[in-house]
């Protein structure tokens, strides 16, 4: 037996041509897709010529899936642009065809259901668990990876029996009797070629990767911030688009954190339709407790996207291009610049003196540990970056976590590295392949979608990342003038405030936040970790914040109430 089900959030052909599951007439397979293939147009002029008495039905990319898997099968996901988790029934050959994309933008989730002789997939983990199609068991090694990294790295989910599908790999099942999944990749990062291109060849690529993401039939938008990632593609989305491109910036606060006096002026000189959105401190506060309740999986981000994307639909954007990927794939992490310096044994041994607790850091054994620990991780550049982006030490974690058990690995020493250039092509993948897929790109899904939103993300198209990786990094970086001076390139002079202004970012004032509106919240979800067997002491944790309004340890009590307010939700028990 096989159930297809699917909630749409029509973007193209609005019709009820392109509604989901659909069927191809000629074949007899049937589809059900999330998310929007950029060079279906392409595909489709290409299948007209290989399948001239073919008529198309819609104009839609999932008529264009289903005839593409027609003309090459499985082959047809190598030629795929775009974000997409797919699930496709063979009918000839009777067999479920599974795939996501690259870099997993789409998620994909799975259990085994019926007494191990069958499998179910979701594009949420809650679509599972709320189906009793998997049972809310913790898995433990997912709470270790989570106070690790403030969320849960795949393949694990937080729920031992649902497993993420890898990005970048298709599977293929019998229907009437399931066999194991063994996906298979069709592609992967380290396999890219890394010949060199020049400037003239990334620009065209970004411009045609902009221009392929702004296709729509609902309105199209974009994120409009103060910084370089978001101007550069709200400058090359002007030329195709004009006024009928709208821009967003959302209002918090005052000062120089606040983006939208500059972002709105960007828009000015562009000539888009802005629209500025204030956020107000009791709008934020229900805002906020709404979105830690959307959350599919717990997280110590994603709040602030959620924000973001619920105030601009509120307005009328259906459909919106984001800056996320840039600091990936051209360095923009101060790490990019740090990491590297550590191949040296002299600053790597005057680091070691420091990473002392009490002596040269005057007690504060947090920071201590947490240096130590990526010198430790020396030379394996992967693990000195899942170290730099730590959430809890394992000191921390001993003193109100013991219980749970530790999983990972100890990271590998038999790594051999040359040049800082070598050193930053390993922490792009890191940081492609581990906080990107597994926190920005989970977040951003379940907090746009939340909002009946689509979320297009063009530095992370498959093309542009296939250029990406081949850019010199001397031409993505430099440690002197503008960050990222690729991008920060291509940005109009009349908008230059925009490459000398420090980096920022829409970030929330967590203190505040468990302080104040979300106190209560805290210290409920503190004690239902600690009805799974923790030991948090949140009171004593608070009063301690009232006292330094230290941002670190607010992030981290942050992430502990995400933690805990996702158990209760969602009934999670060991």
């Keep these: 037996e096989l159930l297809l089900v699917h909630s749409r959030l029509a973007i193209l052909d609005l019709s009820p041509a392109g509604l989901q599951p659909m069927h191809d007439l000629a074949t007899g397979n049937a589809i059900i897709y999330n998310g929007e293939i950029y060079n279906y147009q392409e595909l489709r002029q290409e299948l007209r010529t290989l399948q001239p008495d073919y008529q198309f039905r819609s104009t839609t990319d999932t008529e264009v899936l289903l005839r593409g898997y027609a003309q090459w099968g499985a082959g047809v996901f190598a030629r795929l642009d775009g974000m997409f988790a797919i699930i496709l029934h063979d009918r000839r050959n009777e067999k479920l065809v599974i795939a996501r994309d690259h870099l997993g933008i789409k998620p994909l989730y799975w259990s085994q259901v019926s007494a191990g002789s069958g499998y179910a997939f979701a594009s949420e983990v809650r679509a599972l668990i709320v189906a009793d199609l998997a049972a809310r068991r913790i898995n433990p090694a997912a709470v270790g990876d989570f106070l690790d990294f403030g969320s849960v790295r795949e393949p694990l989910t937080l729920f031992a029996g649902i497993h993420a599908f890898p990005p970048g790999h298709w599977a293929e099942m019998p229907v009437a009797q399931p066999t194991p999944l063994q996906p298979q990749p069709y592609w992967a990062l380290s396999s890219l070629n890394q010949d060199p291109i020049g400037s003239d060849e990334h620009r065209q690529v970004l411009e045609q990767t902009v221009h392929d993401q702004l296709v729509a039939d609902v309105p199209i938008g974009i994120f409009l911030s103060a910084g370089i990632d978001s101007t550069v593609l709200a400058a090359l989305a002007s030329r195709h688009t004009g006024r009928r491109l ?18 709105a ?28 309740d959307a959350m599919d999986q717990p997280s110590a981000d994603g709040i602030n996207t959620y924000l973001v994307s619920r105030a601009s639909r509120s307005v009328g954007i259906v459909a919106a291009l984001a800056g996320t990927g840039a600091d990936e794939i051209h360095g923009g992490y101060g790490h990019f610049h740090s990491l590297p310096r550590l191949r040296f044994a002299a600053i790597r041994a005057a680091l070691r003196w420091i990473a002392v607790p009490g002596i040269a850091l005057r007690g504060r054994g947090t920071d201590a540990e947490r240096l130590k620990l990526i010198l430790d991780a020396w030379p394996n550049p992967k693990a000195m970056l899942d170290e730099k982006r730590r959430f809890f030490t394992p000191s921390w974690q001993r003193a109100f976590a013991p219980e749970i058990p530790r999983t990972r690995s100890e ?24 906080y990107l897929c597994n926190t920005l790109l989970r977040d951003s899904d379940w907090a746009t979608m939340a909002n009946s939103q689509e979320l297009r993300v063009p530095y992370l198209g498959r093309r542009y990342v296939e250029a990406g990786v081949r850019l010199p990094w001397s031409t993505k970086m430099r440690s002197d003038g503008p960050n990222k001076p690729l991008l920060a390139g291509l940005i109009p002079p009349d908008l230059r405030a925009v490459v000398q202004r420090p980096k920022t970012g829409f970030n929330l004032d967590f203190s505040t936040l468990l302080l104040g509106p979300q106190r209560e919240l805290f210290l409920s979800s503190g004690e239902t970790l600690n009805g799974l067997g923790f030991r948090t002491q949140n009171q004593t944790w608070l009063d301690q914040l009232a006292r330094t309004r230290a941002a670190r340890d607010a992030r981290r009590l942050w992430a502990l109430l995400a933690l805990g307010r996702y158990c209760a939700r969602h009934n999670a028990q060991f």
């Design 246 to 263: 709208r821009s967003f910036t959302i209002s918090s606060g005052t000062g120089a954190d606040n983006e939208s006096v500059l972002a």
């Design 411 to 434: 990271p590998s020493r038999h790594v051999k590295l040359g040049s800082a250039e070598e050193i930053k092509h390993l922490l792009m993948a890191g940081e492609l392949e581990g």
């Design 265 to 292: 002026e960007t828009a000015r000189i562009l000539g888009l339709s802005h629209t500025v959105f204030p956020l107000t401190g009791d709008q934020s506060a229900t805002w906020v407790a709404d979105g830690l």
